[in-house]
Structures are given as C-alpha cells and as structure tokens.
Nanobody
Framework: QVQLVESGGGLVQAGGSLRLSCAAS????????MGWFRQAPGKEREFVAA????????YYADSAKGRFTISRDNAKNTVYLQMNSLKPEDTAVYYC?????????????WGQGTQVTVSS
C-alpha cells in the first residue's frame, strides 16, 4: 500500500502561481511513476502531468505544457506540481497518484485531493 497526501492548494488570482505537494508513505516511493490529475465540477477527471520513477522523463497534458512543471524528490518521498500563469479554467480538485507507468494511464494509488481555485 501507498498512502498519498496532497497539500498546497488554495485560492489564487488568474496569472498567479501555486505549488502542490504530494507526500507518500508506505511502499517504496522511488519505484513508482507519479501523476497529477484534476477534476473540475461536472467534468471527468483528467490527466495533468506525470513523471517516471527516476525523474528523468516527464509528460504533460496540452493544457499544462509550458505552465506546469512536475518534479519529485525521492529522498523526501514527495512529488510536486509547480503551476504558473494559472487560469480560471485550472480550477479543480487536484489529485496525485502512484502507478507503474508514467502518463495518462491507470494508477494504483490515489490521494484525497486538494482544491485549487483560480479567480478571474
């Protein structure tokens, strides 16, 4: 089992920045690919970004490219999502996930989510 706890969400004005963190505990964090997903009200959950276990390769949804950066610190069992130039359409609950393959794929473990609200 892997337990994931997100933090760093909040209310920010359009154009602002937030950094989300996801702390992992349980099984070896460094062996998992990690992903960030989001779900806006009335919409399906969508892929945002992912990073391989080594941290060398990253993957982004088109909506995140150029604005968001995913990174990980295996020594701290933590994955981050730096979000810049935020837009109102980025408003959603953001979830981190751990799985076997980095990208918009199925993941085995999920956090509870953290709310991000971007005001116009």
């Amino acid at each position: 089992q892997v337990q994931l706890v997100e933090s760093g969400g909040g209310l920010v004005q359009a154009g602002g920045s937030l950094r989300l963190s996801c702390a992992a505990s349980g099984r070896t964090f460094s062996s998992f690919a990690m992903g960030w997903f989001r779900q806006a009200p009335g919409k399906e959950r969508e892929f945002v970004a992912a990073i391989r276990w080594s941290g060398i390769s990253t993957y982004y949804a088109d909506s995140a490219k150029g604005r968001f950066t995913i990174s990980r610190d295996n020594a701290k069992n933590t994955v981050y999502l730096q979000m810049n130039s935020l837009k109102p359409e980025d408003t959603a609950v953001y979830y981190c996930a751990a799985g076997r393959r980095a990208g918009p794929y199925d993941y085995d473990y999920w956090g509870q989510g953290t709310q991000v609200t971007v005001s116009s």
